[in-house]
């Protein structure tokens, strides 16, 4: 090549950089209707008005990028791994096992048992600072199993448990990110340390408030969690929701015969049944951002037995630590009360507790031009197809499809909005910490249900995951190669976040997780599940082992 020819390709070479054309990573080949396409990198604009005028990346960022999206294939496996595993919170055994090994096989140490909860893991690679941690809830929704990639109510098992919230796509995103990290570490000798980790029985709050208590979250540096959302988003400070106590009372008191002599009985079920209606009777009198709920757990065993023994279990939430420590303690005083107008006995076990959220300015600043830069899927119409079905399915206020524009950080808000609660709150108070949501699932469906869990092993989830793993990878290595945003990190989480507010866990020392908790629902199902697991040996997707024509929208008629 002569030197005029070579300044030709050169000059070529940097005009198709400069274009205002998106550009394109590396796409993995299509399989069956699944394989995630690659994310649009947002354009070079001039404008700088633009807020979505961020270049794309570059660099090791683009190396990263590139690693992600060659690695599609295993995001979509697991996936569509755990999608078929169901299982739920404490009972997360199958998705330990699978997830463990992808770890250690790519040269991770992992741990089992963490903070007395057999299902739990701690994954750990590399030495030294700066210590970054990728955390994903894993655990599903009772009663919500569905067929996913069809538009219509289709129970794979009725009645068994399935992910109506899509918990079994961000260790896909994590996972990703970190393989692609940890190679990029190892070719250019950086020091540090990848950390990661399940939520465990996140949808009882069953596992952060108690590996905050034991430690865990001591010497890391940056908690980078991922969570499934219908766009792309990060933010800062404290965020739409609240903190709660889950907690059950469980009286104790005599049995007699219904008929026979009943006024030897001491009902437990009439203490249980006295205390919801003191509570409800006090719940006219909460504040509007508060929210309380409850399920009589048990109630005793049949009509003509006086209930020796009942429970009941409630969630108590509220937009502050100091709100939610005081209804809780009127809950106490209520239930004390009703022991006593029944002469039976109360004691008191904490399930599951979830501090108020805070997320970290500078982390969540950072990621969000990585956000900017990796941009959406690019959605084919048949996504499109396919979210437009389910939102119209599930007879939704706006039939949107699914998004085409980043909605832009999120940052405090004037005013508090009281909504639902997540345990990643009690780490977001012991080390710096943001979360990341990704783009798996569609708007407009219904929370803890099974329409939320019909997209959630399709394309639609496979891409949202890939381009959520790219923005991942790209913040781990600002933390790695940027010292001075681990710094602004840990002042901003000193200064700001920490003054006037000293976290106290809502779990003390003698708690212990409810490890039991949904063990006999899985025993029931486990089974019938385990003949659904799906097999990546034999089929490209999930969808194509259960002879779904993606999108099916209608369903097929029988023979």
């Not at 065993?301 to 100091?322: G, H, L």
Request: hydrophobic share 40%; proline share 6%; glycine share 8%.
């Amino acid at each position: 090549m002569t030197r005029v020819t070579l300044l030709i390709a050169l000059a070529a070479l940097f005009a198709a950089c400069s274009s205002d054309e998106p550009q394109q990573p590396a796409t993995a080949s299509p399989a069956n209707n699944t394989a995630p396409a690659a994310a649009p990198i947002a354009a070079v604009d001039d404008a700088e008005t633009e807020t979505a005028s961020v270049p794309p990346l570059t660099g090791l960022k683009a190396e990263l990028a590139a690693h992600v999206e060659s690695n599609a294939k295993l995001t979509q496996e697991i996936v569509d791994s755990l999608f078929s595993f169901s299982e739920l919170g404490f009972q997360e055994f199958e998705t330990q096992r699978y997830l463990t090994k992808i770890l250690e096989d790519n040269g991770f140490t992992v741990e089992t048992n963490i903070s007395g909860l057999p299902s739990s893991w701690w994954a750990t690679w590399g030495s030294g600072s700066p210590v970054i941690a990728l955390g994903s809830d894993v655990d599903g929704i009772p009663k919500s199993s569905q067929l996913p990639g069809v538009a219509y109510r289709e129970p794979m098992i009725e009645g068994a448990p399935g992910h109506g919230e899509g918990h079994n796509s961000g260790q896909a995103v994590n996972i990703t990110a970190a393989l692609a990290v940890k190679e990029i570490m190892e070719r250019e000798g950086m020091p540090g340390t990848i950390v990661l980790w399940p939520g465990i029985a996140e949808e009882v709050l069953g596992s952060k408030a108690w590996f905050a208590r034991d430690g865990r979250f001591n010497g890391i540096d940056a908690v980078l969690f991922s969570h499934v959302s219908s766009n792309m988003r990060v933010g800062w400070g404290q965020t739409t929701g609240t903190g709660l106590v889950s907690v059950e009372y469980t009286f104790d008191g005599v049995a007699a015969h219904g008929a026979g002599d009943p006024w030897r009985g001491r009902s437990a079920l009439d203490a249980v049944e006295l205390t919801n209606i003191g509570w409800n009777f006090r719940r006219e009198h909460l504040h509007p951002l508060g929210r309380s709920h409850y399920v009589i757990v048990d109630g005793g065993d049949q009509p003509n037995v006086v209930p020796s023994k009942a429970t009941v279990w409630y969630f108590v939430r509220e937009i502050t630590a100091e709100k939610i420590r005081s209804n809780f303690a009127t809950l106490q005083r209520i239930a004390e009360g009703a022991a006593m107008m029944t002469d039976t006995t109360v004691n008191r076990r904490i399930v599951g507790a979830a501090y108020p959220r805070h997320f970290n300015r500078p982390i969540a600043e950072a990621m969000d031009k990585n956000i900017q830069a990796v941009g959406l899927p690019e959605w084919t119409e048949d996504d499109q197809t396919y979210a437009r079905a389910l939102q119209k399915l599930m007879e939704a206020d706006e039939i949107t499809g699914l998004a085409t524009e980043l909605p832009g950080i999120a940052t405090p808000l004037e005013e508090p909005q009281s909504g639902g609660s997540d345990d990643i709150g009690d780490v977001s108070w012991n080390v710096p910490t943001i979360t990341l949501r990704f783009p798996s699932n569609v708007d407009n469906l219904q929370f803890h249900h099974w329409s939320s869990s019909m997209a959630m092993a399709t394309p639609i989830a496979h891409k949202g995951a890939t381009a959520g793993a790219k923005v991942m990878a790209a913040t781990m290595l600002d933390l790695l190669q940027q010292p001075e945003l681990v710094n602004d990190a840990w002042r901003y989480f000193k200064e700001e976040q920490s003054a006037g507010e000293v976290y106290e866990s809502f779990v003390g020392p003698n708690d212990e997780p409810p490890i039991e908790k949904n063990a006999a629902i899985m025993d029931e199902y486990r089974d019938r599940l385990r003949e659904l697991y799906y097999d990546p040996e034999r089929y490209d997707t999930y969808l194509e082992q259960l002879g779904i024509n993606y999108p099916q929208l209608v369903k097929p008629t029988q023979p």
